[in-house]
């Protein structure tokens, strides 16, 4: 009784099956080895033509000043070299590194939260966990149309009741006020739409721990604190390593919320790292220094998760 | 002792309860929205999505129902082969295939799109619903295929070699015994995809160029800005509403596959 | 698609120039230059089917355009409108991939950029044929050349003016026929109609919101004679005296609570809808908006916006059009477009719907007679200005833009400080590239 949930972890290996069928096992192995291949080329397919291709095609421009109707020059490594001394990217970065942080830290504490009230078998819970996981049926861009709507002056029903309520007087703008409201609003409306599927994952988790663990503990006296974080959080490792991967992930590559929520405003302060990379490619129209920012965002993004995955995985029990 | 244990389930009652309001009341306000009008109540709001020069056509929700479906349809088949490879097979190059697989998450859309335009280009998919909808399988893959894969290496090895002893070939074993076994799973990814395809935005617009292609999600997002560059609220939140529904009622009717997809699929025995 | 396309493409063309000369009359062979040049510039109308592509804002009058063209010639125009902030994407997307649609219109100050990355055929000859061509807008002509080549033609024309509410005017004790004359009057009228208290106010503008900045406030500097930019775009000029005292005078405006709050952070998708609601005493706004906000039940009067000591001006904005660049049906292309300059289409389409019209010698037509605003508006557009800079957008309209920043700490920041950095910022991105 494992858990299989990192990423890289194999299924536990399996002894071969039983020699009734007569043939050699190194045959047998190879023709499955063969099988397997067949199945998961399909897979191999996509990936290489819709995936691999593009990608390299990207790495490819990086190299090269590329307009998009003429000859591209080679300029190697022009474009990697003004990176650093662009301000909008430092700032960027700079807002996406700390959004990234913000953004983590709230989803697996509010995930862990729901998914600790939902895992008891009480009355209701089945429709506490419906509630939360209702907005994962709502697409990303609808959901961000929707708190757009939401926060709007004009039919939003937020202003309106915080200034029934007489917390704001007047006019406020939620997306664009201030930086910290616009990176509430997006925080919010992330939080909204993604904590319930990652509930669902720590959830998952959280079920494949033994009970008789917890009788042991609630026996020796332990309070649910305790409990929480001497027998809870250490079996829930991995999966907060997946929780983690897809998160910071998700928020170092976020665009649609501030895309359509807050236009990267007010004053540049909620501009993610993609949005200036989407600025690159189809303002300034400059390809080539837009692949460059991509490829760095890429690797980056490569070194953060194998770092993170090695570091979670390094501890298991 | 029976005091705090009912305070405890009030408790409990009272910050579930508050919580899933939290989380409805956008849903809720978005319907009520969309269906309030200067005069009170009605539907004019839907009547200007649908009708409006540059509303919504049944015309849009035919192909956002294509798109969805062969999406759908992909998905399941390239994940469930694949992660029947992965889960239940060894062979060379399966951990770099996986590794890449998921690494298509680290990607953002505006990266590679005009390479993928140009390579739809090549294959004579360019402004095409079929073109549109392998890229978008395409970024399903990770998720599909990581759930498939963990589905798979979940079912019971007895299962898979009854099936073989009783002379059943690979694709016969799959067909009979492991897709019945990985059903939740099946739900899950068929869902996520669903949904990730009826509401996407960037992708259709940038493969697809004619108006008569054009998706559901397309159609409303142009309405954003139609009137010379205005919002319309009101018709904004119909479209939310008409977009999000067909979602909301799949999940409501699947609800339970689909936590069972994650239960049984992430953990083994 | 490329090596398939581009054999399509050079075939047609072929074809095109093959055929041209035969209908032109079998007196000059073919490939003399007086037939060569006639094939390039007439237009071509033999039932094929073009695609159109416009921002969703330009939609209802682009789709006009090929209402009628399509009722009375054989070629078909299809209209495909785009989400206005993702447009630049699309188009982008399309060229990368050498895919661009026969035709395409786009807001005009975007004009010299693409015509720059050749993103549109070159017309100058067909252009230089047409006997209307010196009455064609010609600060839109100029916004779509590149080196001396034409390659856009206008499509729409918007130009910024003062819309005020006669009713506001009448209860303010204003008259409500007689505007203000310059912008230090204007900030007058607006106060007074401020103190009608209530959740009245005098003005409103887009301090969110670069382009709906440079649209109304760069006609007042360019009335007091200053400049913004270098004739070639590519340097800034906003620390002008003349900006400067603009900028000042709508900070206290707004300082002083006469421009609505909202101001701070319109962006520009609801400026529209705060006009609509009657609240607003008067403000530089779109002369397109005059119908919709008559519509919502507002009753209007127009005036040209003003220089701080007098004088007027207005910034010509709209939309500019060309030839796809990979289009295989350039002559075709040009029928439509030679047609939509025509007398026919500038009076019928444009004019009949209240729409400004692009020939500078139309300005007084049949319809608009009818209402002496739409003469005051059309009448405007000599007086009026497109600038030009080939990284317009990027260094103005884009929400990252080094303007929107110098905007933003002129009106509600540190003035001196924000325009002096802010020019040498807008300058270092005019040159980028």
């Not at chain 3, 109609?193 to 409103?204: A, E, N, S």
Request: glycine share 10%; net charge positive; with cysteine.
């Amino acid at each position: 009784m494992s858990t299989t949930l990192i990423p890289i972890a194999a299924p536990a290996d399996r002894p071969p099956p039983r020699p009734g069928s007569g043939r050699r096992p190194g045959g047998l192995r190879r023709r499955r080895a063969l099988t397997g291949l067949a199945y998961a080329s399909p897979t191999a397919a996509l990936v290489a033509v819709f995936f691999l291709l593009p990608i390299g095609l990207v790495g490819w421009m990086s190299l090269h000043r590329w307009p998009l109707l003429g000859q591209p020059e080679f300029n190697a490594p022009a474009n990697y070299t003004a990176v650093p001394g662009d301000d909008l990217v430092r700032g960027a970065a700079r807002f996406t590194v700390a959004y990234t942080v913000l953004m983590t830290a709230i989803l697996v504490v509010v995930a862990v939260g729901l998914a600790l009230l939902v895992q008891q078998r009480r009355r209701g819970v089945g429709f506490f966990r419906t509630a939360f996981l209702l907005p994962m049926a709502v697409g990303f861009a609808t959901a961000s149309l929707l708190f757009l709507g939401m926060l709007s002056d004009e039919i939003g029903p937020v202003t309106r009741a915080l200034a029934a309520l007489g917390i704001v007087d007047g006019y406020v703008s939620w997306t664009s006020g201030s930086a910290t409201s616009a990176s509430a609003s997006a925080v919010v409306l992330v939080v909204w739409r993604f904590a319930g599927f990652t509930m669902l994952i720590v959830l998952t988790g959280l079920q494949a721990i033994p009970t008789d663990l917890y009788e042991a503990a609630r026996l020796d006296g332990a309070g649910p604190w305790q409990t929480f974080r001497r027998i809870t959080l250490p079996l829930l490792r991995r999966t907060l390593a997946l929780v983690l991967t897809l998160t910071i992930t998700g928020s170092l590559l976020a665009f649609d919320q501030f895309w359509i929520l807050t236009r990267g405003g007010p004053d540049n302060s909620t501009t993610s790292l993609v949005m200036v990379l989407y600025r690159k490619a189809f303002i300034e129209l400059d390809l080539g220094s837009a692949a460059a920012v991509s490829v760095l965002l890429l690797l980056v993004l490569v070194a953060v998760n194998v770092v993170q995955l090695g570091a979670l995985r390094g501890r298991s029990r | 002792m029976t005091g705090t244990q009912t305070t405890a389930r009030r408790g409990y009652a009272v910050t579930g309860s508050a919580l899933a309001i939290l989380f409805l009341f956008p849903l809720l306000w978005s319907g009520w929205a969309s269906v309030r009008t200067d005069t009170g109540f009605g539907l004019e709001n839907y009547d200007r999505l649908f009708a409006s020069a540059n509303g919504i056509r049944p015309r849009h929700v035919l192909n956002s129902v294509t798109v969805s479906a062969l999406t759908v349809g992909g998905t399941l088949l390239v994940s469930t082969l694949g992660g029947y490879a992965f889960g239940r097979f060894r062979f060379p190059g399966r951990e770099v295939l996986f590794l890449l697989t998921l690494a298509i998450l680290m990607v953002p859309y505006a990266t590679i799109l005009i390479a993928l335009y140009v390579l739809l280009g090549w294959l004579g998919l360019a402004d095409s619903l079929v073109g549109l909808s392998v890229v978008l399988v395409m970024f399903q893959l990770p998720f599909a295929v990581f759930m498939m894969r963990n589905s798979f290496a979940a079912v019971p090895a007895e299962l898979e070699e009854s099936a073989q002893l009783d002379g059943c070939g690979s694709l016969a074993t799959l067909a009979r015994v492991m897709l019945p076994a990985v059903r939740p799973g099946l739900v899950t990814v068929g869902l996520f995809a669903f949904v990730t395809s009826w509401s996407e935005f960037f992708a259709p617009l940038i493969l697809l160029n004619s108006t008569d292609k054009f998706t559901t999600t397309l159609a409303v997002v142009n309405m954003r800005t139609a009137s010379h560059g205005s919002i319309d609220y009101a018709a904004l939140e119909a479209g939310v509403v008409v977009m999000a529904a067909p979602c909301l009622l799949l999940f409501a009717v699947m609800q339970r596959s689909y936590v069972r997809g994650f239960t049984t699929g992430a953990v083994k025995g | 698609m490329t090596p398939r396309f581009g054999r399509r493409a050079a075939g047609g063309l072929a074809v095109a120039l093959l055929l041209a000369p035969a209908a032109c009359g079998a007196d000059d062979p073919p490939g003399a230059v007086g037939t060569a040049g006639a094939a390039r510039t007439a237009g071509v109308d033999d039932g094929s089917t073009l695609t159109l592509w416009t921002r969703a804002a330009t939609e209802s009058v682009s789709r006009a355009y090929a209402e009628a063209y399509n009722a009375t010639h054989d070629n078909t125009v299809q209209v495909t409108a785009y989400p206005n902030e993702e447009y630049p994407a699309k188009l982008a997307s399309a060229a990368g991939a050498r895919a661009l649609p026969d035709l395409f219109a786009t807001d005009v100050v975007f004009a010299p950029q693409y015509a720059s990355q050749g993103l549109w055929r070159d017309v100058t000859d067909s252009f230089a044929a047409l006997a209307v061509k010196r009455a064609v807008a010609p600060a839109h002509v100029r916004a779509g050349t590149w080196r001396d080549r034409n390659y856009a033609v206008p499509h729409t024309i918007d130009m910024s003016v003062l819309l005020y509410n006669k009713e506001l005017y009448a209860r303010a004790g204003l008259d409500p026929a007689r505007p203000p004359a310059t912008l230090a009057e204007f900030a007058q009228h607006a106060r007074r109609i401020d103190q009608l208290g209530g959740d009245v106010h005098g003005t409103y503008f887009g301090g969110n919101c670069g382009g709906c900045v440079e649209f109304t406030f760069w006609p007042s500097v360019w009335a007091a004679g200053g400049e913004v930019l270098t004739a070639d775009g590519s340097a800034s000029t906003v620390d002008s005296a003349e900006m400067a005292a603009v900028f000042s005078l709508y900070r206290r405006l707004y300082e002083d609570g006469v421009a609505a709050p909202a101001s701070k952070d319109e962006a520009g998708p609801t400026w529209l809808g705060a006009l609509k609601t009657g609240k607003v005493g008067i403000a530089p706004a779109p002369s397109v908006w005059l119908g919709l906000i008559e519509e919502a039940g507002v009753e209007l009067g127009v005036a040209p916006i003003t220089g701080i000591d007098g004088g007027e001006s207005t910034f010509v904005g709209g939309d500019a059009i060309g030839i796809g660049a990979t289009t295989g049906k350039a002559a075709q292309a040009w029928d439509f477009l030679a047609w939509t300059m025509s007398d026919e289409a500038q009076v019928e389409v444009v004019a009949k719907r209240k729409g400004v019209p692009t020939r500078t010698d139309l300005a007084s037509n049949r319809y608009s007679s009818a209402d002496p605003r739409i003469v005051t508006i059309n009448r405007l557009m000599a007086k009026g200005r497109t600038p030009y800079a080939k990284n317009f957008n990027a260094s103005f309209n884009d929400p990252q833009s080094p303007w929107l920043r110098t905007v933003r700490g002129a009106l509600f920041g540190d003035t001196a400080t924000a325009l002096s950095e802010g020019n040498a910022a807008i300058t270092r991105s005019l040159q980028q590239g």
